[in-house]
């Protein structure tokens, strides 16, 4: 199982990011993916989770509203769009399926 993340990097508050989660070892279109994150001094916090292209679930109140999940199957990829970014969205974000985690990618809010 290998989990790829992509598409972090500094952006002024407001601003958006498309977080990518590129996986790979299983059957992606049966799979249960989450977003975590982790901000500085703090521990790992669910974020979203999703399970078919349709379906996210946002699990984190701060962010409901502005983030959303998604998922291409013919690429075995979820993505995270992330919109009117606040500076306490700076954080480390994963993906995650069972066991297995990507290696994170920054996401830095700040002006």
């Known amino acids: 199982v290998q989990l790829v993340e992509s598409g972090g990097g500094l952006v002024q508050p407001g601003g958006s990011l498309r977080l990518s989660c590129a996986a790979s070892?299983?059957?992606?279109?049966?799979?249960?993916i989450n977003w975590y994150r982790q901000a500085p001094g703090k521990g790992r916090e669910l974020v979203a989770t999703?399970?078919?292209?349709?379906?996210?679930?946002i699990s984190m109140d701060s962010v409901k509203g502005r983030f959303t999940g998604s998922a291409d199957n013919a690429k075995n990829t979820v993505y995270l769009q992330m919109n009117s970014l606040k500076p306490e969205d700076t954080a480390t974000y994963y993906c995650?399926?069972?066991?297995?985690w990507g290696q994170g990618t920054q996401v830095t809010v700040s002006s």
């Open positions: 999703i399970s078919s292209p349709g379906r996210t679930a």
């Open positions: 070892g299983f059957t992606f279109s049966r799979a249960i």
């Open positions: 995650n399926y069972y066991r297995y």
